[in-house]
């Protein structure tokens, strides 16, 4: 196993801004994906408009129907 030596422990001032601002904006990122998730689970909750059925659906019900009578 390779070993770090006190060099390596601690990354310079701007590595270490570097690495602070990209968290800052892939925290961002993040917040902007939820709010779009919220958004679509919001619109999908909404009542969607009813397909009428499929010739196969329609014919299903004809011989349900048909069996009944």
């Known amino acids: 196993m390779k070993t770090l030596t006190g060099a390596q422990l601690f990354v310079s001032a701007t590595r270490a801004r570097k690495t602070k601002d990209w968290f800052e904006r892939a925290k961002l ?40 009578s």
């Open 29 to 68: 990122v993040v917040a902007e994906a939820r709010d779009r998730a919220v958004e679509t689970a919001q619109q999908r909750a909404a009542p969607s408009i009813k397909r009428p059925p499929t010739v196969w659906q329609r014919r299903r019900l004809v011989e349900r129907l048909s069996a009944k």
